[in-house]
């Protein structure tokens, strides 16, 4: 699959910096595409909003099928899961790619594809959704019940994507972060082939140091994968 040098159509991007989420929606061929880099965080509701409006567009052109891309430390599983909404409007058939690094709640993106290729040189980490609490007892109680979902959530899409049963997915990441090369994640079916490599930034290599990557390759290329004009439709 070919992800570079196509006519971008929209993105979305969250904040400055390296670590910025960017959601971009394309068509290729009469396919659509999406990459998405970057922290994923938080959007405002007109950023759902516009995204959304962006895909219809893209499905009212007749294109059933989806190839994503994905280089991402994770973050909101929130914003993770309106992503796969988005991904499974989409009929025909959703290939994803994974670059140097599919963590945290990018994995849930991943598994959601019918098939999911792993750059060589890439990391895939899996662990159990976390999150912050505050307020008083019913709050807390409140937001305990909505994580405790969200991990029988993943557990369940883990365990439906890879044949491990749950048992099994609770012990991988029952002492934290479980970081898996691509051979590894292959070996355990959260991925179905391996090809090629990723070429690695300094952007590449700051994203992989914040969330805590245990091996943090070499840079290959010190300037950015792809320059893009964004159209950006707001945050």
């Not at 670059?99 to 849930?108: K, L, P």
């Amino acid at each position: 699959m070919q992800f570079w040098g196509m006519k971008m159509v929209a993105v979305v991007g969250n904040s400055s910096g390296q670590r910025a989420l960017k959601v971009i929606a394309e068509i290729q061929a009469n396919v659509a595409v999406f990459k998405i880099s970057g922290r994923i965080s938080q959007w405002s509701e007109s950023n759902v909003e516009a995204f959304e409006a962006k895909v219809d567009e893209i499905i009212k052109q007749g294109v059933t099928d989806l190839d994503i891309y994905l280089n991402t430390e994770g973050g909101s599983v929130l914003v993770a899961n309106e992503i796969v909404n988005q991904m499974k409007r989409f009929t025909g058939i959703i290939r994803g790619r994974g670059g140097a690094i599919v963590a945290s709640a990018g994995t849930y993106i991943a598994v959601h594809c019918n098939s999911f290729v792993m750059a060589k040189n890439g990391l895939f980490m899996i662990h159990k959704p976390m999150t912050y609490f505050e307020g008083n007892e019913d709050q807390v109680e409140a937001d305990l019940k909505l994580l405790k979902n969200l991990t029988a959530d993943y557990k369940a899409q883990y365990s439906k994507k890879t044949g491990i049963s749950e048992i099994e997915i609770e012990a991988l990441w029952s002492k934290g972060d479980y970081w898996m090369n691509a051979y590894e994640a292959k070996s355990k079916k959260f991925v179905d082939s391996i090809e090629g490599e990723e070429t690695i930034t300094e952007e590449t290599t700051a994203l992989l140091k914040a969330c805590g990557a245990p091996n943090i390759p070499k840079i290959t290329n010190s300037k950015k994968i792809m320059e893009i004009n964004p159209i950006d439709i707001g945050l």
